[in-house]
């Protein structure tokens, strides 16, 4: 068994509280066993994509860079692995919605770039819309749907927020050998109703470990987006192992045995089944 946790927690305009805030949850959980600590989508800033405006290009920063330098050192201290989701400047004018993961020895294991920017107004007409205009600030990742391999026996798989919208990016996530799928998000009240449903569905599909883990409350200096919480981990069989509240900070945990996910593999014979000779349609 090895422990995995997840921290939602509510943001402010000052990008060093939220850190701090963070590395308190990480020590926290770190002291209660775990070993895989996953932050939410963002987690050093506000949710700043609910309005068209230049001044947040400069909140992006390198990789490796002021927050993973400080998170690193704290992963080495813990000895945990760290999936810490910022925003990422490769090159100025070259920005990505990034997920790097950090080892229990400090180092960058690698980093995910989010692949599928929405683009999300008032199209319903609600009163208090979601407005998510990532595609001004994000360019769509170009790493494709890698896994990482961490030194506890684990291989994690990332979904950022949208991505988990795409059935073919958990699949593909699976087939690539993961154990457990985080989905670190931002998401407000519009879609709670798919949430879970989704995360479920993707646990059942691929016969992995899903932990999602969403922003909370609403943004102190931000916007008016109400950020539900209600981050979850969700066994291979599709079974809710804890889920957080919708409104305040949490630290939910997960144990993670490994011997279920082949287990299942092998009774529920979804992978011996699959036609990928009949899939060409979805390369199309």
């Not at 506000?46 to 002021?66: D, V």
Request: charged residues 20%; proline residues 5%.
């Amino acid at each position: 068994m090895l422990r995995a946790a997840m921290i939602q927690q509510q943001c402010t305009l000052e990008k060093m509280k939220n850190i701090e805030k963070a590395i308190h949850y990480i020590k926290v959980a770190s002291s209660n066993g775990a070993k895989i600590i996953c932050l939410q989508e963002l987690f050093n800033n506000i949710y700043f994509c609910h309005e068209l405006n230049t001044r947040y290009y400069e909140w992006a920063e390198p990789i490796p860079g002021p927050t993973t330098d400080i998170l690193s050192k704290v992963a080495q201290e813990e000895n945990v692995v760290i999936i810490a989701p910022i925003y990422e400047r490769e090159i100025h004018g070259e920005l990505y919605n990034t997920a790097p993961v950090i080892g229990p020895n400090g180092e960058i294991i690698g980093k995910y770039r989010k692949m599928s920017i929405p683009f999300v107004t008032d199209v319903m007409g609600l009163t208090k819309p979601m407005k998510g205009m990532e595609k001004f600030y994000f360019k769509p990742g170009n790493l494709g749907f890698p896994i990482f391999k961490t030194p506890f026996g684990v291989n994690i798989g990332i979904m950022i927020c949208y991505d988990r919208h795409f059935p073919e990016a958990a699949r593909a996530l699976a087939l690539a050998g993961a154990d457990i799928v985080f989905v670190p998000s931002a998401t407000a009240s519009r879609t709670k109703y798919l949430w879970e449903i989704e995360l479920r569905a993707h646990a059942i599909a691929n016969i992995y470990y899903v932990g999602g883990v969403n922003r909370v409350n609403k943004d102190i200096g931000g916007s008016e987006n109400h950020f539900y919480g209600s981050s979850i981990f969700v066994s291979p069989r599709g079974e809710i192992i804890a889920q957080a509240g919708t409104e305040n900070d949490e630290i939910i945990y997960a144990d993670l045995d490994l011997s279920l996910v082949s287990g299942l593999r092998n009774e529920w014979s979804f992978f011996r089944d699959r036609r990928p000779d009949a899939y060409a349609v979805l390369c199309r």
